[in-house]
């Protein structure tokens, strides 16, 4: 009997070891896993701040912070400002991988993304399912941000344009009134005066105040349609006035609105200007498609230096390289040819050409 309670005392003791170890085991991996969440998460979040908040450095780099914690491969289709661009990272050579399937997007900007995960990391609460979950929410607060910066970029453009149409409005109103005042003076000598003065300037003045405030109540798409020129005096015009060496190949007549598309190459043509590319020509053709009544217009170059063009950030507003630029040329450019139910797209590929396809709607004469 007192053999029994030796050997018993001795396995409580036994347990009461591996339960000690067990529990400080436990406690480890538990302490080393919430440093290790501590550390991915803090990552993403300097990430995010070295990026300066901006989504698809964000989401370029966060790629090791994903991977650390049991992310085997991202498979990404992103669709920045009518831009188009696919990543993938990883590999899926690990067995019983989970797939999860993920959207965040904003207006223009949406990323589709899958991940190929460790059936470990697919579990909600766990460390990997926390990180994930903290990686798309700053994703989509950085989306959140670009689109509140161009909300708020409209709205003072908005307040500026309004402004500016009020100032030319009571000028064109007061030019008017001051018209029909010539009529009024009473003194003879005065009237005579201000008669000889003002009465081969005032009215004209007055017709093109009139003018102006009926072009300011039309649609952009009617300011001025009717006229009738060719594409090829408008880039022409372009061309000289940012003395761009161009060899301009093919012509079409239009009645599409010519300030509209004026501005639509100005901001096109002011990029090869302001980021200067080979020596060569810049070589532009014009093309009409009968069938589909397109007007397909290529302006080609050639890079120097082993240049590489970020294409889905092309048409992002405010994102320049240029010191001088305010990166709205080509975002304005693309929504210019929206309203005349045109398109721009930008291309590159390895025999170092680049540059941009733009197609209108066949409004030939």
Excluded at 105 to 128: C, G, H, P, Y
Excluded at 232 to 240: A, C, N, S, T
Aim: proline letters at 2%; hydrophobic letters at 40%.
């Amino acid at each position: 009997m007192e053999h029994f309670s030796e050997s018993l005392i001795q396995w409580l003791w036994l347990a009461l070891i591996v339960i000690g170890f067990s529990l400080f085991f436990t406690a480890y991996y538990f302490r080393r896993q919430s440093k290790r969440l501590n550390r991915a998460l803090s990552s993403l979040y300097e990430l995010n701040q070295n990026c300066h908040q901006d989504a698809l450095d964000f989401f370029n780099q966060a790629w090791s912070i994903l991977n650390s914690v049991g992310c085997a491969k991202i498979n990404a289709n992103i669709e920045w400002f009518g831009e188009r661009k696919t990543v993938v990272k990883g590999s899926e050579e690990r067995l019983r991988l989970v797939k999860q399937v993920h959207s965040v997007s904003r207006e223009d900007m949406r990323f589709e993304i899958v991940l190929f995960v460790t059936k470990d990391a697919n579990q909600l609460e766990s460390m990997a399912g926390l990180v994930i979950k903290t990686f798309l929410n700053i994703l989509e607060q950085n989306l959140v941000l670009k689109q509140t910066e161009i909300l708020t970029s409209q709205k003072r453009l908005e307040r500026y344009q309004l402004f500016v149409q009020h100032e030319i409005k009571n000028i064109a109103q007061f030019i008017q009134l001051l018209s029909e005042q010539l009529q009024t003076v009473g003194n003879e000598e005065a009237k005579l005066k201000l008669v000889e003065r003002l009465v081969n300037t005032l009215p004209p003045m007055a017709l093109r105040a009139r003018k102006t405030v009926e072009h300011m109540q039309q649609p952009l798409s009617e300011f001025y349609e009717g006229n009738v020129y060719t594409l090829k005096d408008l880039i022409d015009d372009v061309v000289q006035m940012y003395s761009l060496n161009v060899l301009l190949e093919g012509n079409v007549s239009t009645k599409l609105p010519r300030q509209v598309l004026l501005e639509v190459f100005k901001n096109i043509l002011g990029n090869f200007r302001d980021h200067p590319s080979s020596e060569e020509p810049i070589h532009i053709s014009i093309n009409h498609n009968g069938l589909e009544q397109k007007v397909n217009i290529r302006i080609a170059s050639h890079k120097i230096n082993d240049q590489e063009f970020l294409s889905e950030r092309m048409f992002e507003p405010f994102w320049t390289t240029s010191e001088s630029g305010m990166g709205l040329g080509l975002f304005l450019s693309r929504e210019l040819l929206k309203q005349l139910e045109g398109q721009i797209e930008f291309y590159q590929n390895d025999r170092a050409e680049f540059g941009f396809i733009i197609e209108l709607p066949g409004l030939v004469t």
